[in-house]
């Protein structure tokens, strides 16, 4: 573990807090990261998961077997964010190094080492066709890089503070980010130009995506809400209040019709898109949750905490 990880991990004994009842819906806990889990991703077949942690980890798990298949080491300090590839052979992670790395799920060996940003790298997504990644970081820039060579392609410029977080349209034509600025910005990818801004009145925003047709933005921050935008007009469409804390992650469904978030309440719950109605609450971590993500068959929410466990829940 390196000397940032043991100055500012958390300390041994706010992890002995009693545990509370676990939800119904919790189908198991994964355990094996030695410190918080700070992203989590299903495989595109649903079959597999990556994470990333503060112990400054990637770990590819089988989720039948709740079993860890690799263990990808090399980032200098801790893991902030993770992605699968859409083919499924690849996974990348952005750490609070300053690098990206591209690792190769079949061996677990590490592809590539992106360098170019100045400072710690928060998000990373690849793009559908999985030829390009995108990440952002708190040096106020986004990246993308090809994946076969790890070469940087373009830098993307125009905001003004941290970049917390980063999305693919599932069109690929463009990507939503958003971070220290009460603004969610999109770029067109081929022009590399901020084509709208969207004032989202949030004192910092954690996470982004677009909705399954491009029609819809989803993010959420320090506020404790999660909001969704007419991607089109930046109109706020729901506004979803209900946790008691900042919200560190969101995503929609596969279907867009429902949409997960979890948050430093210790929470993860489940929102309908159309109305903006609480589906469910689900209780069972026992410190702050970072990271979301539903399967591709939509049946699942994956989550990882501060607690340094991974959860997985029947989406109710």
């Known amino acids: 573990m390196g000397l940032l990880s043991k100055l500012f991990g958390k300390k041994e004994e706010e992890l002995k807090r009693p545990q509370v009842r676990e939800d119904e819906a919790l189908i198991k806990t994964l355990e094996g990261h030695e410190d918080r889990v700070l992203g989590v991703r299903f495989s595109p077949d649903g079959k597999k998961l990556v994470s990333g942690s503060f112990d400054?980890?990637?770990m590819l798990w089988d989720i039948e077997r709740g079993q860890v298949l690799h263990t990808m080491s090399g980032h200098t300090t801790w893991v902030k964010c993770v992605d699968y590839s859409p083919n499924g052979d690849k996974v990348a992670s952005g750490s609070i190094d300053s690098t990206v790395r591209i690792w190769d799920v079949e061996t677990g060996k590490c592809l590539h080492v992106c360098k170019g940003h100045d400072t710690e790298v928060r998000m990373v997504a690849f793009s559908p066709d999985g030829k390009t990644l995108a990440s952002c970081s708190r040096d106020t820039t986004l990246k993308l890089?090809?994946?076969e060579s790890g070469s940087e392609l373009k830098?993307?410029?125009g905001h003004?503070?941290?970049i917390e977080c980063v999305a693919f349209s599932?069109?690929?034509k463009k990507l939503v980010s958003c971070g220290e600025e009460p603004v969610v910005r999109i770029w067109d990818i081929e022009s590399g130009k901020n084509t709208a801004s969207y004032n989202t009145k949030d004192r910092l925003s954690h996470s982004v995506s677009f909705s399954p047709d491009d029609s819809l933005v989803i993010l959420c921050g320090r506020d404790a809400a999660v909001k969704i935008l007419d991607a089109g007009s930046g109109e706020i469409k729901h506004?979803?209040?209900g946790h008691e804390d900042g919200v560190r992650g969101v995503c929609f469904s596969p279907d867009g019709k429902k949409a997960a978030s979890?948050?430093?309440?210790?929470?993860?719950?489940?929102?309908e898109v159309e109305t903006g109605k609480l589906l469910h609450t689900y209780r069972g971590h026992v410190l702050e949750v970072q990271s979301v993500d539903i399967s591709p068959d939509g049946k699942i929410i994956v989550s990882g905490s501060d607690d340094r466990k991974i959860k997985l829940w029947?989406?109710?």
């Open 56 to 58: 400054e980890k990637v």
């Open 145 to 147: 890089w090809d994946v």
């Open 155 to 157: 830098t993307l410029t």
């Open 160 to 162: 003004t503070s941290y």
């Open 170 to 172: 599932h069109d690929g």
């Open 239 to 241: 506004i979803m209040e």
């Open 262 to 271: 979890v948050a430093n309440d210790e929470s993860v719950r489940l929102w």
């Open 314 to 316: 029947a989406v109710k």
